[in-house]
RNA sequence: GGAGAUGUGGCAGAGUGGUCUAUUGCGUCUGAUUCGAAAUCAGAAGUCCGUGAAAGCGGUCCGGGGGUUCGACUCCCUCCAUCUCCGCCA
């Protein structure tokens, strides 16, 4: 959410900003029932002063036995009149906070303009595409000769896109997550969160997912709980309606979560293999810092997933989105893409967000900075999402038998496995 | 799932329809005293909205929401959370 003051003092950066996102709001219908609401609250300011004082003067008649007759008339009209424009204000805030929330964050200024993903600027890349002779294996038939997931089954007992891992493609995947998380609390000061993975739905809305991408969630209607997208959700909201010390931030946490998604609006699109999944695992980085800060704190954000990819040894890439290919609620965002040597593609492992004050106004979470009460930031980044690290590791890491070379770092979660052979004939 | 109890400021804890501008204690901050500190004394302090250049002024907030009333911390309804007991269960 935007803060409301803008609204009123400086739509121009509403509107330029929604702009350079592509973005369609009826700002000016906002500016007027803001304009509208502030009269009437004005009014009822007065109305209820006058009331105050009459009732106290009811009291004061009261109490020396006089008749306060004339004054209780006076408060019942009064309070008739606020009746009616306490509904008319709480209409017109009810229906401007509605639209509010559709509203998506202002890109920060350094964040290039495009329109799509096209205009997106790679600013790193590490690691290098294997030469051109070796053609590897596509990593649906690795996990096949190797016996390491069932996407057969995985539709069977539930449906597409919720694939089984099976032995030591369970067991892998498991390492990275173990791997993921240690690392993050030995070496990058993180505390680990072992979060719910169904939440209520303000904490939908405090992180952004609702009202806007309802369709994406999936809906548990008895409860009325939703199955977390991301540990952004449990782990950011954990803080909601909080005063946090501001000593204490930066605050980090690390989270690994089962991530449940609809992707409705992506039907049809990368629906083969572990590319595009309802269900998948993800250690998430989620941190609360002071606003002048935040920056600071993003960069740091992408360098601990970076870390992760190198320690992997896969190839990889940074683009730095455009606004219009920016997330809802983000300022500025990084995308780590790993290169799939099979596949030929990047692949999307790692979104790495600032939010600025967009979640924190949403979920209030705020702290008493150089005496001043502020909203902090929140960023979050997944560090990271295992299906098309996957991906990207079969491809990349294949032995001239047909094995799989386990990577160094998660060899200690394999039990010491340093190679998955392929099965006998 | 059933029965009961509780929810008040940073914390503890009073307040059962109008002198509540929420008693009191602890903690916090400022000042006095002191070479400095402790102790002591005096004072201050919250949130959010509006208005204003500012000082200030008005409103709001006693778990959330709704109701009764001229007036609600106080009465009623409802939801949520916590605690105790019972039942069921990984």
Same mark, same amino acid.
């Given at each position: ?42 009014? #009822? @300011?007065?109305? &209820? ?6 009732? +106290?003067?009811? !009291? *004061?008649?009261?109490? %020396? $036995? ?73 990593? #649906? @038939?690795?996990? &096949? ?6 996407? +057969?089954?995985? !539709? *069977?007992?539930?449906? %597409? $896109? ?264």
């Amino acid at each position: 959410m935007l803060d409301p003051r803008l609204y009123r003092e400086e739509v121009d950066k509403i509107r330029h900003g929604l702009e350079r996102r592509g973005a369609k709001v009826d700002l000016d219908a906002m500016v007027n029932m803001d304009i509208e609401k502030r009269k009437i609250n004005l009014r #009822l @300011d007065q109305l &209820k002063s006058e009331r105050n004082t009459a009732t +106290e003067n009811i !009291a *004061k008649l009261k109490r %020396s $036995g006089q008749d306060a007759q004339a004054d209780i008339e006076k408060t019942r009209t009064l309070g008739d009149e606020i009746k009616a424009q306490q509904e008319r204000f709480d209409d017109l805030e009810g229906r401007f906070k509605a639209m509010a929330l559709l509203v998506p964050n202002l890109p920060h200024p350094s964040v290039p303009d495009g329109r799509s993903s096209a205009d997106n600027k790679v600013v790193k890349e590490w690691g290098q595409k294997p030469a051109a002779a070796a053609k590897p294996k596509h990593h #649906l @038939d690795v996990g &096949k000769d190797l016996g390491l997931f069932d996407f +057969e089954r995985g !539709a *069977k007992i539930t449906g %597409s $896109g919720f694939p089984i891992h099976t032995g030591l493609g369970a067991r892998l995947e498991r390492a990275m997550l173990n791997f993921f998380l240690d690392f993050h609390v030995a070496n990058h000061g993180f505390t680990e969160i072992s979060p719910p993975f169904v939440v209520n739905r303000a904490s939908m809305i405090g992180t952004g997912q609702l009202p806007k991408f309802a369709e994406d969630m999936y809906h548990c209607a008895e409860d009325d709980l939703y199955l977390i997208p991301t540990a952004e959700v449990p782990v950011t909201n954990m803080h909601g309606n909080e005063v946090l010390d501001a000593a204490s931030l930066p605050l980090s946490y690390a989270a690994y979560s089962a991530c449940f998604r609809r992707e409705a609006g992506s039907w049809g699109k990368d629906t083969r293999g572990f590319l595009r999944l309802h269900q998948f695992n993800k250690v998430e980085m989620v941190m609360f810092s002071e606003p002048a800060k935040s920056y600071e704190a993003h960069e740091y954000l992408r360098a601990c997933a970076e870390t992760l990819l190198q320690k992997l040894g896969l190839h990889y890439r940074v683009l730095e989105l455009c606004t219009g290919d920016l997330g809802f609620g983000a300022a500025k965002c990084y995308d780590l893409e790993v290169f799939a040597p099979a596949e030929e593609r990047w692949l999307e492992v790692s979104s790495v967000s600032n939010f600025e004050e967009f979640q924190a106004r949403r979920a209030n979470i705020r702290a008493k900075i150089d005496g001043k009460m502020q909203f902090i930031h929140t960023l979050n980044g997944s560090g990271l999402a295992t299906p098309r690290v996957l991906v990207a590791l079969l491809e990349s890491h294949q032995t001239a038998d047909g094995g799989l070379r386990i990577p160094e770092v998660l060899q200690p979660y394999m039990g010491g496995v340093t190679e998955i052979k392929p099965k006998k004939k």
